[in-house]
């Protein structure tokens, strides 16, 4: 005797042709319906996290690029601004523009090199890692990693072209600027009464602050430049811990909201309802209702799609149906209920009529009207109510299992009970498949958390670091000519420093809105039959984000501070020549 058969067909063969035949051969043994690979249920688990790898090996590396070519243009136009003087010279002594240009283009293919190195290395162990995961939950016979020497030779001209593109307006304005001009100190900026000035607040704050508020008034580019650099760091951030959340908004609402139950029984042939009065007689049972799955070909149109039509209580406890606002929905006694994702995919409406092909028993197929749409966050999943389905399987009043809330003092011993039952197929333990998600699904999903948490909290600390280092190169002078005029080493460093503060603060709000944004663009790639991830940032999220980026700020604070209070003022205001 055998229950499922494995077949093999010829290079060229319709595999449908195939189908059709078998279905015709077994069905007067039983049989459930043949479908090809892509339908079986581990090819398709398998299939689907391989698409959503290739989504995320798109989606996560552009982002992370997109920032590094940001960054790397801020930081490279802003210390080329300060190198004005040694291009003049350069120029002076007979460089050309295409030599000043290859040096920048050196530099930052120096930068890109290390990072290179460093990412191939960090990225084949994480690669060699997330293998592994996979191989202990698809139990992969053997496991080979090896690291492509293409994917390393993409990588690098990916990075290298990006941050070139990143820094191009900075390199040419270094090679276009004419050396008489550049050897000349800036041209001041065109000052006016600042909004303190017109409003008559200056009273109201020190000098220092005052100077504070007019030099970020008088370069709102350079400080929108800052305030996004900074916006971005928080950004990934949050899009690296996103994640988690949705995570734990997925499993709260299948599995505390929807399924309520705490065991499912399944049996191993559909069962009168006297089965389920039986149950509710049982040692240790609180509740119990019955449900009815059948196995069906969906269609509409051109499109179908392989699932099951779950028929449950109509107004149930144990087992719930809900809107996309969470607020649970009474099934019709006729029509079927479909998850809004499944509707989608089959591209029909509440009121269009779906095909359903039944696949056991005689195999009807019929058309029901579509009622309802419900969101579920797991799966696509067809539902009817409970004596509904049995009406349209044209059967008695048959349970194909039953949900049942037991009493946490006799759990074990009604598992072991029902374990041993011969009519139980099986018993799913709402604890353990919270468990079992959480250790299979969600660890993937886990791991990308902490590869882009670590890369998010380096670039927030880099970007605050080098906004800071490059904003005290540009300002040593004017902050060396306050010191001689009697500002104490405190005052500037609250000049200097409060600036950095009035940039940080409002970058982390718009980093908030960046990163909420991007977190929309990686739950889209992660789509899939399997699951669908929601878009839900708890306040915990923001909250670590904007820590990150205080803290980097903070320390790149007490770093610059030192080397305030180190200033030279004697070398700084030396006339160059």
Not at 71 to 76: D, E, G, R, S, T
Not at 164 to 185: K, Q, S, Y
Not at 257 to 275: E, G, I, K
Not at 534 to 542: Q, S
């Amino acid at each position: 005797a055998f229950n499922d058969v494995v077949l093999t067909v010829y290079a060229g063969v319709n595999p449908e042709s195939v189908l059709t035949e078998l279905d015709r051969l077994l069905d007067r043994y039983g049989g459930l319906g043949s479908y090809t690979r892509e339908n079986q249920l581990s090819h398709r688990y398998l299939d689907e996290e391989f698409r959503q790898l290739q989504n995320s090996a798109r989606i996560f590396p552009s982002i992370f690029i997109a920032v590094s070519a940001f960054l790397i243009n801020v930081v490279l136009t802003r210390t080329i601004n300060t190198q004005r003087e040694q291009i003049a010279v350069l120029k002076a002594f007979g460089y050309g523009n295409r030599d000043i240009g290859f040096h920048y283009s050196k530099l930052v293919a120096v930068i890109e090199i290390i990072g290179l190195t460093g990412g191939i290395a960090v990225g084949a162990w994480l690669g060699n890692s997330l293998g592994r995961i996979y191989m202990e939950f698809y139990r992969f016979p053997t496991w080979l990693y090896e690291v492509q020497p293409s994917v390393g030779l993409s990588a690098g001209l990916i990075l290298f072209v990006s941050a070139l593109a990143g820094t191009f307006a900075a390199i040419r304005n270094a090679v276009r600027l004419p050396p008489a001009e550049a050897m000349r100190p800036e041209a001041p900026a065109r000052y006016r009464r600042s909004v303190l000035d017109r409003v008559g607040l200056w009273r109201l704050f020190s000098q220092p602050t005052r100077i504070i508020i007019r030099n970020i008034e008088r370069q709102p580019v350079k400080s929108l430049l800052s305030m996004t650099g900074i916006a971005m760091a928080c950004a990934i951030m949050i899009a690296g811990t996103f994640t988690k959340d949705a995570v734990d908004f997925m499993v709260d609402v299948q599995f505390r909201l929807c399924q309520r139950q705490d065991m499912a029984v399944t049996f191993t042939d559909p069962t009168s309802w006297n089965a389920l009065f039986a149950l509710k007689r049982s040692r240790g049972i609180l509740d119990a209702e019955g449900f009815r799955s059948v196995p069906a070909r969906l269609r509409f149109q051109h499109r179908s799609y392989r699932t099951s039509i779950q028929g449950v209580e109509r107004d149930g406890r144990l087992y719930r149906l809900l809107t996309r606002s969470l607020k649970p929905i009474s099934l019709p006694p006729e029509g079927v209920v479909l998850t809004d994702y499944l509707a989608a995919f089959l591209g029909i409406r509440p009121g269009d009529r779906l095909t359903v092909e039944i696949l056991e028993g005689s195999r009807p197929v019929r058309e029901i009207p579509v009622v309802k749409l419900v969101t579920e966050y797991i799966g696509m999943n067809a539902y009817m109510d409970l004596e509904g389905l049995n009406r349209f399987m044209r059967e008695g009043h048959a349970l194909s299992g039953a949900y049942v809330t037991v009493d946490s003092i006799h759990q074990h011993e009604l598992y072991r009970k029902l374990v041993e039952m011969p009519r139980v197929a099986g018993t799913v333990v709402r604890g353990n498949e919270i468990r079992n998600f959480y250790e299979t699904q969600a660890e993937f999903l886990l791991f990308f958390i902490f590869v882009a948490a670590i890369l998010a909290g380096f670039i927030a600390f880099g970007v605050v670091y080098n906004s800071a280092r490059i904003a005290l190169a540009e300002r040593r002078h004017e902050l060396a000519s306050l010191r001689v005029l009697g500002y104490t080493r405190g005052e500037i460093s609250y000049i200097f420093l409060g600036e950095l503060a009035f940039l940080t603060l409002p970058a982390i709000p718009l980093g908030f809105l960046i990163g909420r944004g991007i977190c929309v663009l990686v739950a889209w790639s992660l789509e899939s039959d399997l699951f669908r991830v929601p878009v839900v940032l708890e306040w915990a999220t923001y909250s670590l984000a904007a820590v990150v980026v205080v803290v980097s700020a903070f320390l790149s604070g007490i770093i610059v501070r030192r080397k305030l209070d180190h200033l030279d003022l004697v070398e700084v205001l030396k006339a160059k020549e």
